[in-house]
């Protein structure tokens, strides 16, 4: 089976300034790696993902995650935040054996003022 | 093109009613996804249904939670004898599942149930 694990609940930060929303998760299969953001009232986009490869992934809206297998985590992080990116963001994964079904962590709110 | 969409958008019923959730996917999309997003529980996967195969039931919360696709494209998720806990926002995405590799699932904007 596999689990995720959103380390923060709330992540307020100020606009501009960096932001890091951490992930980690466990899985005793090869997992794909998601990124999915939900803005107010609004549904599930995906923000970014990793399938293989490369371990930095570059998303929308100026979003990059990095893969760490060692680790076991898919940090999100983004240099430089506006006002516009608060929302809620989901860290998920998918075993490449279960048909896709997605494993969500509890989410982190990401509250961005001025 | 049209997304996913579902219906009712909102939902308010009595304890122990029946409801029925419907979800239309993305034309051609051959894979469709039920989550459930509650407060305690965030986001959980329920069932999930690809073309003819049997569904994978291994996330429905208890036998009082059913699903069905007719044919290959709506799918209606029916709970029987609501609680409390069941209220919830429920999700329905769908994807194209070709052979190997991944398939961006898309969602729709929801059905909050609110069981009083």
């Known amino acids: 089976a596999q689990s995720v694990t959103q380390l923060d609940s709330q992540v307020p930060v100020f606009e501009e300034a960096p932001v890091e929303l951490r992930c980690n998760y466990s899985?005793?299969?090869?997992?794909?790696l998601f990124w999915y953001v939900q803005y107010p009232n609004q549904g599930l986009q995906l923000l970014l993902k990793?399938?293989?490869?490369?371990?930095l992934v570059k998303g929308i809206n100026g979003f990059e995650a990095e893969f760490n297998k060692s680790q076991t985590s898919f940090h999100l992080r983004k240099p430089s935040v506006h006002i516009s990116d608060t929302a809620e963001y989901f860290c998920?994964?998918?075993?490449?054996?279960?048909?896709?079904?997605?494993?969500f962590g509890q989410g982190t709110e990401l509250s961005v003022k001025p | 093109g049209a997304g996913v969409s579902q219906s009712p958008s909102n939902k308010v019923t009595e304890k122990g009613k029946d409801v029925e959730l419907r979800c239309d996917p993305i034309?051609?999309?051959?894979?469709l996804y039920w989550y459930r997003q509650s407060l305690g529980q965030g986001l959980e996967f329920l069932i999930y249904?690809?073309?003819?195969?049997?569904?994978?039931k291994s996330g429905l919360p208890s036998d009082r939670f059913s699903a069905e696709r007719t044919g290959g494209s709506v799918s209606t998720l029916t709970i029987q004898r609501t609680q409390q806990e069941d209220s919830a926002v429920y999700l329905c995405?769908?994807?194209?599942?070709?052979?190997?590799?991944?398939?961006?699932?898309?969602f729709g904007p929801g059905t909050r149930l609110t069981v009083l």
């Open positions: 998920a994964v998918s075993a490449s054996n279960q048909g896709g079904k997605l494993i």
């Open positions: 995405a769908s994807s194209l599942r070709l052979a190997g590799g991944f398939n961006e699932q898309f």
């Open positions: 990793y399938l293989s490869g490369s371990t």
């Open positions: 249904f690809q073309g003819n195969s049997a569904p994978d």
């Open positions: 899985s005793s299969v090869s997992v794909y």
């Open positions: 034309s051609g999309h051959t894979a």
